[in-house]
Structures are given as structure tokens and as C-alpha cells.
């Protein structure tokens, strides 16, 4: 896939409206995501590992809010444990009709199957790693407990789920801190002072960032046993939470 620079924010805007994940987005996704969240690719190389790990014969890994299915890819590449099945799901017809174009078969491997639907909407059964890379941020804060508990139901005893979000921090300072520290880290990757500007005000109110003590909270609340913070690369962090 050729990775189209992102310069969707790189004009002043006069009217900035709610982000969306559109075709507009989509083309420039891969670039996106990788000049934005820090840490990025290290985490998806990660949750390859992490599959390989806990994925046993015969289970199926969730990739919920798939994108163009950099997760999913991850974990095919890495499970080894045999028929086993990869159920990779997204709302974004765009990001569905760009991941299946470019999915290629692999039948050494595990089975990608995509899915468009709302994450809230599917089951889950059978799971032995569920994956919610910078997803459960767009998804309503009221939504979120019932959400998790569902995983949790769907999780095998001894499953994972992989939670990576964008963080916030009660301590002023700290917040104040870990955006600039985000910003600056935008700056690096060639983002001007205005697209950054222009994504925050598109993402206000469409990306609900909370706190990693909220999250754990509520993760134990879901029934979770314990959740932990794996890798953080400033505001930006990856959890592990345990069945
Ligand atoms: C990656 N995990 O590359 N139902 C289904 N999908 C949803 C919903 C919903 N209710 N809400 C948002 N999405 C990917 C990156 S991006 C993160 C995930 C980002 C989808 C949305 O369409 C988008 O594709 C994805 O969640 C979030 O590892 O762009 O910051």
C-alpha cells in the first residue's frame, strides 16, 4: 500500500467539522496514524507478539476497530497455534472496503475475516486476545462498561485483552505537560503548527480520552482481574488487561 502523505489539516479551515473516518481520511490513513500516535508501530509489533503468546488452537483474536487492519496483519504473522481465526471489525465503509482490497490470502496462516459493523453490535465468543488499539476512545463514555463487560464475557478463562488509548491526567501540570510533549512530537514528524491546531478542534468531543486509573477501574469493574500499563510513549498508552 503507498502511504499518501497527510496534509488533510495543512489549509486554514474556516468551518472545522467532527472528524470522521472517510475516504479523505482513509487514503492517508497509514501516514496518519503513524506521525500522530507515538509509539505506534512499536505497539502493533507488540500485539503480534502478545498473539502469538496467548493465542491457542482453535481461538479467535478480536481486531475491533480495525482500520485497514494493521493489528490483524500483526497477529497473522505471528500465530502459530493452529486454526485459529482472526475476526477483524470497523464501522468505516471506507477503511472495510480499503482493508479488504488490500488483504492478500495467506492460507499458511490464520484467517483474517472482515467485518463492517458497529464493535458495540457484534459477539464476541471463543477469544483468546482481544484487540482494541486507539478504538475504545471514540466509542461513547457511557458505552464503555457495558462494552467491556461483553469482551470480558467473550474472553476464554486466561485470555488478553490489549487496550491502547490516548490518556489524560488529572494533575494540571502533568496534562499541560504530556500534550505540549505531543505536540512537540507532532512538530518532529513534520506537522505544522495549524494541522496540529486544526486535527485537536476536529477530534474535540469525537476522541474522549480518560485517565489510566478510570480505565482500570472500569476494566476491573467489566471483571477483569488485573490491567496494567505496558508501554506509554507520552500521552499515548498501550494496557494488558487479564481474564
Ligand atoms: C490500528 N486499530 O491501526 N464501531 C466500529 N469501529 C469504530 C467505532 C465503532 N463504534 N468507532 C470508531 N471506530 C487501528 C487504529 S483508529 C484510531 C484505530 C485513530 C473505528 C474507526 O472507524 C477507525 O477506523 C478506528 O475505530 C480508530 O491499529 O485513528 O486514532
Redesign the pocket.
Known amino acids: 500500500m503507498t502511504a499518501k502523505k497527510d496534509s488533510l489539516y495543512a489549509s486554514p479551515v474556516e468551518q472545522i467539522s467532527a472528524f470522521k473516518?472517510d475516504e479523505a481520511v482513509v487514503n492517508v490513513f497509514p501516514d496518519m496514524?503513524q506521525r500522530s500516535v507515538p509509539g505506534y508501530q512499536l505497539i502493533?509489533s507488540a500485539i503480534g507478539l502478545l498473539a502469538s503468546r496467548y493465542t491457542h488452537a482453535g481461538s479467535v483474536c478480536y481486531d475491533l476497530?480495525?482500520?485497514?487492519g494493521?493489528?490483524s496483519l500483526s497477529m497473522r504473522e505471528q500465530i502459530t497455534a493452529p486454526n485459529c481465526k482472526i475476526i477483524a471489525?470497523?464501522?468505516?465503509q471506507a477503511?472495510i472496503e480499503q482493508f479488504k482490497q488490500h488483504l492478500t490470502a495467506d492460507s499458511e496462516k490464520a484467517e483474517i475475516e472482515i467485518v463492517q459493523a458497529?464493535?458495540?453490535d457484534i459477539d464476541i465468543k471463543n477469544a483468546s486476545v482481544v484487540v482494541l488499539?486507539?478504538?475504545l476512545q471514540?466509542?461513547p463514555v457511557a458505552d464503555r462498561l457495558e462494552f467491556l463487560t461483553k469482551i470480558y464475557q467473550g474472553l476464554q478463562p486466561g485470555g488478553i485483552l490489549i487496550l491502547s488509548e490516548k490518556l489524560k491526567f488529572t494533575d494540571e501540570k502533568q496534562q499541560q505537560l504530556q500534550t505540549d510533549m505531543h505536540h512537540i512530537f507532532k512538530q518532529a514528524q513534520g506537522y505544522s503548527a495549524l494541522e496540529i491546531s486544526q486535527k485537536r478542534s476536529a477530534l474535540e468531543n469525537v476522541l474522549i480520552p480518560e485517565t489510566f486509573a478510570q480505565h482500570q477501574q472500569r476494566l476491573q469493574q467489566a471483571g477483569f482481574s488485573s490491567a496494567e500499563v505496558w508501554f506509554q510513549y507520552f500521552n499515548f498508552a498501550s494496557m494488558i488487561a487479564l481474564k
Open positions: 473516518f496514524i502493533i476497530g480495525c482500520s485497514l494493521a493489528a471489525v470497523d464501522n468505516s477503511m458497529d464493535i458495540r488499539n486507539f478504538t471514540f466509542i
